[in-house]
């Protein structure tokens, strides 16, 4: 390993237990792993595949697998959805992602949200309470 890790800054070990791929990083430094992605009516999943991309559990299809745009941006799973949960494919959790107030924030800048979607910001902008 090198940089930081090599130097001692870091407890290598820690890491290494965590993510034990790690110490076969420069092994492979040109390899792509895509998995868990679901891939709809795209044409081609990957451009360049020239044997360098390791893929696992993904969801390519010309169809619609169960996914609704509730609004631009803004994607649910339909509830029992074999073909996503066959790859592992979890829902990002919108509602729990956002702004919220702590002693560190006492105060949410509504103005600024609502300024960023009036000009086309992201529409799943939330504020949790």
Not at 40 to 62: A, E, T
């Amino acid at each position: 390993m090198r940089g930081r890790l090599s130097k001692g800054d870091i407890d290598a070990r820690l890491y290494l237990k965590r993510y034990p791929d790690l110490a076969r990083l420069e092994e492979g430094p040109n390899i792509n792993f895509f998995s868990r992605n679901v891939v709809i009516n795209c044409g081609v999943f990957i451009l360049r595949d020239d044997s360098r991309q390791i893929c696992c559990h993904n969801l390519v299809s010309d169809n619609n697998p169960g996914i609704d745009e509730i609004a631009p941006g803004t994607f649910r799973i339909r509830p029992g959805n074999a073909e996503l949960t066959k790859i592992g494919f979890h829902p990002i959790p919108f509602d729990e992602i956002g702004l919220y107030q702590d002693r560190y924030r006492v105060s949410i800048p509504y103005d600024v949200i609502r300024a960023a979607r009036a000009e086309g910001g992201p529409s799943s902008l939330t504020v949790r309470r």
